[in-house]
Nanobody
C-alpha cells in the first residue's frame, strides 16, 4: 500500500504563494512511486472534489484545470519520492483542502477514477 503525506498548506494573502509537498512511501499494485502518475485535487467547503493538476511518471507530461493554468506548477522528484504543487498568485477561490493522489499507471488523468492512493489532505486558505 502506498502512503501519501501532504505538507505545506497554510494561510496566505491573495496574490501570495505556497508550495505543497507530497511524500510517498510503499508500493501498490507492483508499482513504485517513480512508475506512477501523480495528481493534486482540492475540495472547498460545500463543493465537490476538483482536479487541479497531474504529472506523468517521468514528469514530462503535465496537465492542469483551466482555472490554475499559468499560476500553479506541478513537478516531481523521483529520487525523493515527492511530488510538489507550486502555487503562485493565489486567489480567494483557491481556498480548499488539497489532496495528493497516486494513479495506478504512468499516465496523467483529470478523473479521480484510477487514482488508487490518497493523502489525508492539507488546508490552504487564501485571505483577501
Amino acid at each position: 500500500q502506498v502512503q501519501l503525506v501532504e505538507s505545506g498548506g497554510g494561510l496566505v494573502q491573495a496574490g501570495g504563494g505556497l508550495r505543497l509537498s507530497c511524500a510517498a512511501s510503499g508500493v501498490a499494485s507492483g508499482r513504485t512511486f517513480s512508475s506512477r502518475a501523480m495528481g493534486w485535487f482540492r475540495q472547498a467547503p460545500g463543493k465537490e472534489r476538483e482536479f487541479v493538476a497531474s504529472i506523468s511518471d517521468t514528469g514530462i507530461t503535465t496537465n492542469y484545470v483551466e482555472s490554475v493554468k499559468g499560476r500553479f506548477t506541478i513537478f516531481r522528484d523521483n529520487a525523493k519520492n515527492t511530488v510538489y504543487l507550486q502555487m503562485n498568485s493565489l486567489k480567494v477561490e483557491d481556498t480548499a483542502v488539497y489532496y495528493c493522489a497516486g494513479r495506478f499507471n504512468s499516465l496523467t488523468s483529470s478523473s479521480a477514477e484510477g487514482y488508487d492512493s490518497w493523502g489525508q489532505g492539507t488546508q490552504v486558505t487564501v485571505s483577501s
